[in-house]
C-alpha cells in the first residue's frame, strides 16, 4: 500500500490533480479541507463561539463521516450530507480560522491518519490532499507532492470555479480572499502550510491538469523503477 501526499496553497489544483491521479493509479482520494471546511460549517451554522475550548467541544459532539462514493467523496456531519454547502466563500474563511486551532487540528489529524491507512489497505494506495499531508499527518509518504503556482492564476482558478457553481464572485474579492487564506495557513503557529522536507515541487502556473498529472507519474514510476 502506498501513501501519497500532496501539498499547496489555495487555488494550486490540487483537488483536481489530485483526484485524476488517484484514478489513474485506481487509489483512493482524501480531501482533507473538506474536512475542516466541516467543522468551519458546523461552528458557522451554530454559531459557536470561535476559542479553543468550544471548538474542543464542538469536534468531541462531531459525528464526521467522510465517503467515497464513484471516487466522490462526500461529507456527512452528524448525519446530514453536506458536501455541496461547504463550498461557499464564508465556509472557505471559516475552515481557514478554525484550521489555526489545536483542538480542530488533533481532532482531524487522527482522523485523516486512521481513514487514510484504512482505504490505503482496501484500494492498495491513497493520495491525501491538504496543507500537512507530508509534514505532520503522513510524514512517512512514499511520495510528497508540492504544488504552486502564481496568485493571479490561483485567483482565476478559484474565481472560474465559483461561476461555473453559478455564485456570484468578483475576481478581485476572490483574489483577496486567497490572500488572506494563506496569510493564515502559512502564518499559524500549528502545523503551517510549508513544504515537506524531500518534497517534489511543481509550479502548476500555465500547466493544464493534464501536463502536471503525467509529470507526477513520470515522478512516481521512475521512483518506483529505481528501487
Ligand atoms: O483545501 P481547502 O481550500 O478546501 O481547505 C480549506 C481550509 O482548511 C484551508 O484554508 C486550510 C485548512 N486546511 C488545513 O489547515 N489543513 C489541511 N490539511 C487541509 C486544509
Sequence with gaps: MQIIAIDGPVGAGKSTIAKLLAGRLGYAYIDTGAMYRAIGWKAYTTEAPISEGSLEKLCDSTRLDIELTD?????????KDITDEIRTPEISRMSSVVSAYASVRRYLVKLQRDTGISWAKRYGGVIAEGRDMGTVVFPDAAFKFYLDADIVERGKRRWKELQDKGMEAELSETVKGIEERDAND????????????GAIIIDTTGLS???????????????????
Design 209 to 227: 491538469v493534464e501536463e502536471v498529472v503525467e509529470e507526477m507519474l513520470r515522478k512516481i514510476k521512475g521512483k518506483s523503477f529505481e528501487n
Design 71 to 79: 471516487s466522490q467523496q462526500r461529507v456527512i456531519v452528524d448525519g
Design 186 to 197: 502559512k502564518g499559524r503557529e500549528i502545523d503551517p502550510l510549508r513544504k515537506a522536507e
